[in-house]
Nanobody, 120 residues
């Protein structure tokens, strides 16, 4: 089992920045990829960004150029730096971890989520 704990959400004005963190514990050696999903009210959960153990990254088109995903393997932590935030970025952000990829369906492990609210 793998446990994921997110932190760093909150309220920010449009144009501002936030950094989310996700600390992983447990059987982390089984994990090849981690990432962030988000779910806005009334919408489906969507992939925001992912990163593999080897450092390959991928981003949703809507956040490319504004968000950056990174990892600190020594701390078993993944970060999501969010800049130039827009009201449409408002959502609950979930950390995800998978034995293969977070970009395909069927993520193995989920965090409980952290709320990001961007005011206009």
């Amino acid at each position: 089992q793998v446990q994921l704990v997110e932190s760093g959400g909150g309220l920010v004005q449009a144009g501002g920045s936030l950094r989310l963190s996700c600390a992983a514990s447990g059987n982390i050696f089984s994990i090849n990829a981690m990432g962030w999903y988000r779910q806005a009210p009334g919408k489906q959960r969507e992939l925001v960004a992912g990163i593999t153990r080897g450092g390959s990254t991928n981003y949703a088109r809507s956040v490319k150029g504004r968000f950056t995903i990174s990892s600190d393997n020594a701390k078993n932590t993944v970060y999501l730096q969010m800049n130039s935030l827009k009201p449409e970025d408002t959502a609950v952000y979930y950390c995800a971890a998978d034995r293969t990829s977070v970009a395909t369906g069927g993520v193995d492990y989920w965090g409980k989520g952290t709320l990001v609210t961007v005011s206009s």
